[in-house]
Nanobody, 123 residues
Framework: QVQLQESGGGLVQAGGSLRLSCVASGRTFSSYSVGWFRQAPGKEREFVAA????????RYADSVKGRFGFSIDNAKNTVYLQMNSLKPEDTAVYYC????????????????WGQGTQVTVSS
């Protein structure tokens, strides 16, 4: 059974950086796009960023463009989300998910989800 596991969250000051990891067990990422979503308390889950199977296609929410980026380690079945210049409004639980689509932005496009990792940015 395929499972996704996020890690790398934590507490960081505004302007700092974190790198989130999304590891797939049971299947490689070669057949999927991987997306990141986040959900802040009292708010709906929102799209953050997505990367295609090859890494050649990416999509970012306007709120994170220029600050967040991807890297992929196929040997480790891991997709990384590098988050720089973090802001207090980036505070949320971050989820990774997989889709058969090409970097879709809607929650409904993603079938498999991880449990999430908390990111807290202090001002």
């Amino acid at each position: 059974q395929v499972q996704l596991q996020e890690s790398g969250g934590g507490l960081v000051q505004a302007g700092g950086s974190l790198r989130l990891s999304c590891v797939a067990s049971g299947r490689t990422f070669s057949s999927y796009s991987v997306g990141w979503f986040r959900q802040a308390p009292g708010k709906e889950r929102e799209f953050v960023a997505a990367v295609s199977r090859s890494g050649g296609n990416t999509r970012y929410a306007d709120s994170v463009k220029g600050r967040f980026g991807f890297s992929i380690d196929n040997a480790k079945n891991t997709v990384y989300l590098q988050m720089n210049s973090l802001k207090p409004e980036d505070t949320a639980v971050y989820y990774c998910a997989t889709s058969y689509g090409l970097v879709p932005t809607t929650i409904e496009s993603y079938a498999l989800w991880g449990q999430g990792t908390q990111v807290t940015v202090s001002s």
